[in-house]
């Protein structure tokens, strides 16, 4: 299947700037989503539910792509070193919308976020960033956007994100979204411990060895490349 978000004979994202060299695109890009990020944490926001990552990637990537904050329309994979090559099983891109409204049925209906104990909190709020990333509405995106909701969301119910700690520790946290998102087989663990460091702990390590490997592969070693059509 054709790749409609992709240049002709190349593998460059159809962007706003019209650039044509990946480096430079990977470079616009962070210098355009970082700039509207700092406006959306600034600004009062709200979390309602998981639908709210459509406005929230419209935010950040309004200035680089037609299509931010609305859902992919073709389905995508990506080749995960972590596991062996293989892709997480992302939500099929007709579903969706399905897939979204069956974790609003599970962690908004009934909302009480702000009567669990911090223990408990984070253990449900691993789930529910995992269950959202899986889903990956956008063709690229997802994980700057998933970041952004879980500060926002956080900060809602009184809780502080130790987003330097996310940040330095980024492939770590990358990888551990993909051993979460594994359904049967997911391993919840590697996100659930650098959450439960990033919350309302504003003085952990931000280099601590911990976050180098999970189980025998080398996060530093992950490189960022592209979704493909599948």
């Known amino acids: 299947m054709k790749d409609p978000y992709i240049y002709k004979d190349s593998d460059i994202l159809i962007n706003k700037a019209n650039i044509k060299e ?3 695109l990977d470079e616009f890009e962070n210098r355009m989503s970082n700039l509207a990020l700092v406006m959306l ?3 009062d926001f709200k979390i309602n539910n998981a639908n709210d990552v459509f406005k929230i990637h419209k935010i950040l990537f309004d200035n680089v792509y037609d299509w931010a904050g609305k859902s992919r329309t073709i389905n995508i994979y990506k080749s ?3 596991l ?10 007709d579903l969706i919308d399905n897939d979204l409204s069956k974790i609003n049925l599970i962690y908004f209906k009934n909302n009480n976020f702000g009567n669990l104990s911090r223990e408990d909190f984070i253990h449900v709020f691993t789930r529910l960033i995992s269950d959202i990333w899986r889903v990956h509405p956008f063709r690229e995106g997802n994980t700057r956007t998933i970041s952004a909701f879980a500060f926002l969301l956080l900060r809602q119910y009184g809780h502080s994100f130790n987003t330097e700690l996310i940040k330095e520790n980024a492939k770590y946290f990358r990888n551990a979204l993909v051993m979460a998102s594994l359904n ?3 391993e919840h663990q590697y ?6 460091d990033s919350v309302d ?11 180098k490997k999970i189980k025998d592969y080398n996060v ?3 490189t960022y490349v592209y979704h493909k059509v599948k």
Do not use: M
């Open 191 to 196: 996100l659930q411990k650098i959450l439960k």
């Open 41 to 43: 944490f600034k600004s």
């Open 84 to 93: 062996n090559g293989l892709s997480v099983e992302y939500s099929l891109y």
């Open 22 to 24: 990946k480096n430079l």
């Open 80 to 82: 995960e070193p972590i």
């Open 184 to 186: 049967e087989y997911a």
């Open 201 to 211: 702990n504003l003085n952990v390590d931000v280099s601590s060895e911990k976050y």
């Open 220 to 222: 530093e070693d992950y």
